[in-house]
């Protein structure tokens, strides 16, 4: 029995810290899924305000409340929601619901790092929107919404962003046109007064006071955003201050002046859309520059 016992003690020790690491991982699992499923009580308020204020509009007018989420469920559980472990929102994705209404609540979600409106009909401006309320956003698409005036200040603050896409917001507007014409299902296509063309401009801040904060960015789309009054320094601010952008498209911006080199330099670029603008010229070898670049420039 000695030689036994001498034999088996030097196990024990072992034993336990098996023991205690598979308890601790099973723990730990466990309470990953149980807060996972835990929505916190300021999360599902604002929320719950969020889903009050929306409504239908599919024809620019109120068609019916909006009907997203059962309340007397988990609100991580729900389809367009994403949590953290903690049971903060993280992510928000209501795109092309054909939505319209207010969406104040969102900016109470202040651990949001993905939003996404875009391809609904909210006909506002955006000025009226604390976007600095969430600084831990990296992406954020409100494209094709109907959203007019002047890009608010507070977007240049969130610094963490890799992805922004405000672009084409006329073409909602062009959509209303066909429903208001629409005559014995014949559309009948008007211009749109040049606001409604390009809604969505950038005057104050400037371009370079936009983006000059977030050096993180990798994606921009601005089409058909009016930055006409612009320098023509955009093409050199870009170069300097956003070096790792792989997407740049500015279609039908109204920028004005010749394509910089330097655009063509930046390591990381691959997709360059700038249709539809003024611009003068490509510096010779521009394309020779940029092997790696699919440009459209027209």
Same mark, same amino acid.
């Given at each position: 029995m000695k030689n036994v016992h001498i034999l088996i003690s030097p196990l024990l020790p072992s034993f336990f810290l098996l023991s205690f690491a598979i308890s601790l991982v099973l723990f730990l699992s466990f309470s990953q899924t149980h807060l996972q499923n835990q929505c916190l009580d300021d999360q599902r308020s604002a929320?719950?305000?969020?889903?009050?204020?929306?409504? &239908?509009?599919?024809?620019?007018? *109120? /068609?019916?409340?909006?009907?997203?989420?059962?309340p007397n469920s988990d609100c991580c559980s729900w389809k367009e929601i994403t949590c953290d472990i903690f049971g903060h929102v993280i992510g928000l994705d209501l795109s092309y619901k054909n939505l319209s209404g207010s969406f104040h609540s969102i900016f109470n979600l202040h651990h949001l790092q993905?939003?996404?409106?875009?391809?609904?009909?909210?006909?506002?401006?955006?000025?009226q929107y604390g976007f600095d309320?969430?600084?831990?956003?990296t992406h954020l698409n409100i494209s094709n919404s109907c959203f007019h005036g002047q890009i608010p200040m507070e977007? !240049?603050?969130?610094?963490?962003?890799?992805?922004?896409?405000?672009?084409?917001?006329?073409?909602?507007?062009?959509? &209303?046109?066909?429903?208001?014409?629409?005559?014995?299902?014949?559309?009948?296509? &008007?211009?749109? /007064?040049?606001?409604?063309?390009?809604?969505?401009?950038?005057?104050?801040?400037? *371009? +370079?006071?936009?983006? +000059?904060?977030?050096? !993180?960015?990798?994606?921009?789309?601005?089409?058909? =955003?009016?930055?006409?009054?612009?320098?023509?320094?955009?093409?050199?601010?870009? /170069?300097?201050?956003?070096?790792?952008?792989?997407?740049?498209?500015?279609? &039908?911006?109204?920028?004005?002046?010749?394509?910089?080199? !330097?655009?063509?330099?930046?390591? *990381?670029? !691959? +997709?360059? =859309?700038?249709?539809?603008?003024?611009? /003068?010229?490509?510096p010779s070898k521009f394309l020779e520059n940029s092997s790696h670049l699919v440009p459209s420039v027209w």
């Open positions: 929320l719950l305000q969020l889903h009050h204020h929306l409504y &239908y509009a599919p024809n620019f007018t *109120f /068609s019916s409340k909006a009907d997203l989420w059962d993905r939003l996404n409106l875009a391809g609904n009909n909210f006909n506002t401006i955006l000025f309320n969430l600084l831990n956003l977007i !240049s603050n969130l610094t963490r962003l890799v992805s922004l896409d405000l672009s084409y917001q006329d073409s909602c507007y062009w959509r &209303y046109q066909q429903i208001l014409y629409q005559y014995d299902g014949i559309y009948y296509d &008007y211009p749109l /007064s040049f606001d409604f063309d390009q809604p969505l401009k950038l005057q104050n801040p400037n *371009f +370079k006071t936009l983006i +000059k904060k977030l050096r !993180s960015l990798t994606e921009l789309y601005l089409d058909s =955003v009016n930055i006409s009054t612009q320098s023509t320094r955009w093409c050199e601010d870009i /170069s300097k201050i956003l070096p790792s952008l792989r997407v740049l498209s500015l279609s &039908y911006c109204g920028l004005r002046g010749p394509l910089c080199s !330097s655009l063509s330099r930046l390591p *990381f670029l !691959s +997709k360059l =859309v700038l249709d539809l603008n003024p611009i /003068s010229y490509l």
